[in-house]
């Protein structure tokens, strides 16, 4: 059973930064993404960076302020998040497809095989 690995989350004052990381266990996927659940909210798309060319998609929440990347020789996407809010406190989740997924369908969590256990972001006010 492959494992996501996620590690980065914590505590940060609103304006700061974090890092996440997802490392996928030496396998190479075409799609990956970030997913969130607030507190008491359902689970939400974030980013995602889709297919050799690593075209990328975020949610309008996000954009501008968060960045997603992959580094395919370490096997490792990654989910650098400036300018944090409190309302991106949640519990942030990778997760990996095999397949290419094309627009209108790369933020359907159901379409991700693999998902991490999920990482722990706090900004307080």
């Known amino acids: 059973q492959l494992q996501l690995v996620e590690s980065g989350g914590g505590l940060v004052q609103a304006g700061g930064s974090l890092r996440l990381s997802c490392a996928t266990s030496g396998r190479t996927f075409n799609s990956y993404a970030w997913f969130r659940r607030p507190p008491g909210k359902e689970r939400e798309f974030v980013a995602a960076v889709i297919g050799t060319g690593g075209r990328t998609y975020y949610a309008d929440s996000v954009k501008g302020r968060f960045t997603i990347s992959r580094d395919n020789a370490k096997n490792t996407v990654y989910l650098q998040t400036n300018s944090l809010k409190p309302e991106d406190t949640a519990v942030y989740y990778c997760?990996?497809?095999?397949?290419?997924?094309?627009?209108?369908?790369?933020?359907?969590?159901?379409?991700?095989?693999?998902w991490g256990q999920g990482t722990q972001v706090t900004v307080s006010s």
């Open positions: 997760a990996c497809a095999a397949r290419t997924l094309y627009y209108g369908s790369y933020y359907v969590s159901d379409n991700y095989d693999y």
